[in-house]
């Protein structure tokens, strides 16, 4: 997986697989064997900590100094780093304002009050939260009014249309737009396109099976010159779904790059024998997946406990009391759970 660097390579790379040590010595490997400079390498994570971490498992392998000037954090972190550049080109000066999520809510409350959308029925938070639903779907303003099936989208597409208004007129963007103006720049000026294809050669994306609609956009059109993308991801552990994830970006990725590598990550360094076993036979039944085989050389493990509750709350009384009895009654202590 380290040495496959041409072309599209797809990592399936299921739990406790060690998906962050091939990626670390993947990019430490291209820079390494002077495949690519550091600066021609963007590695897209969901998180600053992963980047970090990342950063560091580099350093140690090649070297502090050899290893500077890679492009490595989270989506938006990213492309904030590069319309701070570009911005001009859309209309913005440099130094726009990003607004955090308080700032879109007072905002959104601000056109409510205008719109006579009474907060009690709709909160701006749900208001923001559907607008920002739509633009990771690269939904604009006009076709969202089309789409509103129900009372709370109708009430949402009221507001977005003055909401984007609004966010230019300030000369700010908000997160979402971190993702969706850079789509926007590719699509009307392919020179800046270019040059970024020219500036990327290797991009790689982490946890890929947790990417919306526009974090699948953006790597497609920078890696369309080159083709180098390496994905990595595990279908069966997709959870964010409720944000906008959409576990379809890792299905289609063989039907985008037919001439995609694909490299199974098996064995698990996790797990007991009994807990991959268990998940294994229950992930099994999922309609839509990648095929892997799950194993390990660990051993058989304890016996799994199953509880069942009437509610949330009771399970978590259950395994509150789980753990009391335990730690009473055994040898471990609190922090022995997770």
């Avoid at 969901?46 to 890679?70: H, P």
């Avoid at 040059?195 to 919306?212: P, V």
């Avoid at 059109?221 to 994905?231: D, E, G, P, Q, Y």
């Amino acid at each position: 997986a380290a040495s496959a660097t041409d072309g599209p390579v797809m990592i399936v790379a299921g739990p406790g697989s060690g998906k962050t040590r091939t990626l670390t010595h993947r990019i430490a490997y291209l820079i390494a064997s002077q495949k690519a400079w550091p600066s021609q390498i963007l590695a897209q994570t969901f998180t600053n900590k992963a980047a970090r971490e990342m950063k560091e498992r580099i350093a140690a392998l090649i070297g502090e100094e050899e290893a500077r000037g890679m492009w490595m954090g989270t989506f938006h972190s990213t492309f904030a780093r590069m319309m701070r550049v570009e911005a001009e080109a859309l209309g913005y000066t440099r130094d726009f304002s990003i607004y955090d999520t308080d700032d879109g809510e007072r905002t959104i409350k601000t056109i409510m009050r205008q719109q006579n959308i009474d907060p009690k029925q709709f909160s701006p938070r749900s208001i923001r939260n559907l607008i920002s639903s739509a633009k990771n779907q690269m939904v604009p303003p006009e076709q969202y009014k089309r789409m509103a099936a129900s009372a709370a989208q109708e009430a949402a597409s009221r507001v977005y249309g003055r909401y984007e208004v609004i966010l230019k007129e300030a000369n700010a963007m908000d997160f979402d737009d971190l993702l969706i103006k850079p789509i926007e720049l590719f699509r009307h000026k392919p020179d800046i396109l270019e040059k970024y294809q020219q500036r990327w050669k290797y991009i790689h994306i982490d946890e890929y099976q947790d990417t919306n609609h526009a974090q699948y956009q953006l790597p497609k059109l920078l890696a369309a010159a080159h083709k180098n993308i390496c994905v990595v991801g595990d279908d069966a552990q997709s959870i964010y779904a409720f944000r906008g994830a959409d576990i379809a970006n890792i299905l289609s990725f063989q039907h985008d790059y037919p001439e995609a590598t694909t490299i199974r990550l098996e064995q698990s360094y996790r797990s007991s024998k009994r807990i991959l076993r268990l998940a294994d036979s229950i992930i099994g039944h999922n309609e839509d997946q990648l095929e892997k085989t799950l194993w390990t050389e660990n051993d058989e493990g304890e016996r799994v406990t199953l509880i069942e509750s009437i509610s949330e709350k009771d399970e978590a009384q259950k395994v509150e009391r789980r753990i009391r009895d335990m730690e009473v009654r055994t040898k471990y202590g609190y922090d022995d759970f997770a």
